[in-house]
């Protein structure tokens, strides 16, 4: 079924509808966790994106450069974002499909400042608007 005219949003809403949910792998500095100042405004726009699929289902995965023993300082600053975190440069723990094995994880949709940061924001916000659209319909259609 088609939901958006761009390939890759329609592919990460069928995803979405499919699984009832969708994995983000995200990067921290500078995507959600402003270093420079000047685009502090953007990763708040990217965590209030992120806090919203929260309501619609994600498994959210930090998908970060930072040294070993920063992991645990960096889960602590997204979870005070109010992100529900469920790995950290690993797969969930209850992930048993056949990819995001050998270093590389796998989800549905990277966001990184370095990767298309807006590209991939401006996916994710069009992706969640068709997902809300088409449960609303098929919840209606219940009725």
């Known amino acids: ?35 420079n100042e000047e685009i502090k405004d953007n990763c708040k726009k990217m965590v209030d994106l992120i806090l919203e699929c929260q309501k619609e289902g994600i498994i959210f995965l930090i998908n970060t450069a930072r040294s070993e023993y920063q992991l645990e300082k960096a889960k602590q600053q ?9 790995g950290v440069n690993k797969m969930h723990p209850e992930w048993d499909k ?6 590389k994880i796998y989800a ?8 298309g940061f807006w590209d991939s924001y401006w996916t994710l916000t069009n992706a ?13 259609s219940k009725l």
Request: proline share 3%; aromatic share 8%.
């Open 78 to 86: 997204v979870e005070e974002l109010g992100i529900v975190v469920h």
């Open 108 to 115: 549905n949709i990277f966001l990184d400042d370095r990767g």
């Open 1 to 35: 079924m088609r939901h958006h005219a761009n390939f890759y949003t329609n592919r990460l809403v069928t995803e979405w509808l499919k699984n009832g949910k969708i994995i983000i792998g995200c990067d921290l500095d500078d995507t959600i966790i402003p270093y």
């Open 128 to 140: 969640l608007t068709m997902v809300k659209i088409e449960r609303k319909k098929n919840n209606e």
């Open 98 to 103: 056949p990819y995001g094995i050998n270093g």
